[in-house]
Nanobody, 125 residues
């Protein structure tokens, strides 16, 4: 089991950058693949980005490709989401998620087993 705690959200202007962090508890950091999702008011939770240990692959939703970057620091048991060129439509609660390592690229909410509490990102125009 793993516990996830997000941080780094805030209120920024369009075009600004933010870096979200997701700290994972325990000594099993490399046993899980990680993903970032977001949920805007009145909308379903959607996939943003993911990291898969097998092949060390990263992958992104089309809406954030080229602007967002997922990374990890194994020494700190932390996954990051660097968000550049933010747009008002990026406004949402951002969630970190974890699932047992697999060869799949997980993009579905039901493909992850553990979730953080979320951090609010608000982008003003």
């Amino acid at each position: 089991q793993v516990q996830l705690v997000e941080s780094g959200g805030g209120l920024v202007q369009a075009g600004d950058s933010l870096r979200l962090s997701c700290a994972a508890s325990g000594r099993t950091f490399s046993s899980y693949d990680y993903g970032w999702f977001r949920q805007a008011p009145g909308k379903e939770r959607e996939f943003v980005s993911g990291f898969r240990w097998i092949g060390e692959r990263t992958y992104y939703a089309d809406s954030v490709k080229g602007r967002f970057t997922i990374s990890r620091d194994s020494a700190k048991n932390t996954v990051y989401l660097q968000m550049n060129s933010l747009k008002p439509e990026d406004t949402a609660v951002y969630y970190c998620a974890a699932g047992r390592t697999t060869f799949r690229q997980r993009v579905g909410v039901d493909e992850y087993d553990f979730w953080g509490q979320g951090t609010q990102v608000t982008v003003s125009s």
